[in-house]
């Protein structure tokens, strides 16, 4: 891979990330979708804009934190970025079937 993109399973994180992003900021603007992270429905009630600024703060801190790492212990970087993807997409799921 590169630099800026040790593993793979880092732009799969960062994907998914994004997505969330765009489609919960872009569905609450509407009225179609509520917020169900306690942390981030707060957030997404004062505005869009604010929800897009903490969520972009957010990946942007864990992808510095995971490249840094990287450097130390590629594999462990990889596995964190797999679990979390899972992780993220079993919550999404979750939220999406209430």
């Known amino acids: 891979m590169s ?3 040790p593993t793979r399973a880092l732009i799969l994180l960062l994907a998914i990330g994004l997505l969330d ?3 919960t900021a872009g569905l609450s603007a509407k009225g179609l979708i509520e917020e169900r992270n306690p942390l981030m429905a707060p957030v997404l009630a004062h505005s869009e804009w604010s929800f ?9 801190s864990a992808y510095l934190l995971l490249v ?3 450097r130390v212990d590629q594999r462990a970087v990889k596995r964190a970025c ?3 993807s899972g992780a993220y997409l079993t ?3 979750m939220g ?3």
């Open 96 to 98: 999406l079937s209430f």
């Open 91 to 93: 919550l999404l799921g």
């Open 52 to 60: 897009v600024g903490v969520k972009l703060v957010t990946l942007v």
């Open 3 to 5: 630099v800026f993109f």
């Open 82 to 84: 797999l679990w979390g």
């Open 21 to 23: 992003l765009a489609v």
């Open 68 to 70: 840094r790492h990287s």
